[in-house]
């Protein structure tokens, strides 16, 4: 069984399982459901993350995971995610980021959101995905890149065991930038462990303007 953490820092569950690499995809693997967006429809949103390590452009899926995309867009226009860090890192499994300081201290955050790891999107690498503690519905702020195809953290059914966790995005530029920051040297702070020795800022987080747009 998978077991998850309650950490109120939104830690995700199951790593040892990632770390390991046993349940981690050792080949690229393709999403099943099709994040493009209906002709009658505008662009997907892309957000630019420019941290202190580089830029990582990201395209955001509100038509596979409205909730979500709503929820980190949101955070996104009110800055929220100035000035947070990506607090753990861990080598072939992902990063993860968008609720802690450069002292480790939470931010403020709003309320949970329902997961919407049933939408057949994949926890490819690459994908953002929304980090929640054991209960399947209390995703906040915090999110995950995934540096590896992460199966096992994909939706398997509505238990508090199965659901997995919710695929909302994808990196689409920058991929490189997320690998140097999951290699960064790693410890322990306090009760944080796989934090980056040197805190990996996200400087400024925006929505980029529609293609056409200025």
Known sequence: MIRLSLSPTLFIGALML?????????TPATQTVSTAPAADQPANPRV???????NITVEVF????????ANFLGYVKNGFYDGTIFHRVIPRFMIQGGGMTADMAEKPKGTPIPNEADNGLRNLRGTLAMARTGDPHSATSQFFINVAD????????????????????QVIDGMDVVDAIVAVPRGNRGPHGDVPLEPIVM????LLPEAGQP
């Open 18 to 26: 990632g770390i390991s690499g046993c349940n981690a995809s050792e």
């Open 48 to 54: 630019l993350i420019e941290t202190s390590k580089g």
């Open 62 to 69: 509100p038509a596979q995971a409205p909730q979500s995309a």
């Open 150 to 169: 992460n199966r096992f953290l994909d939706h398997r059914g509505k238990s508090v065991e199965g659901w997995g966790y919710a695929v909302f995005g």
């Open 203 to 206: 400087q400024r987080v925006s």
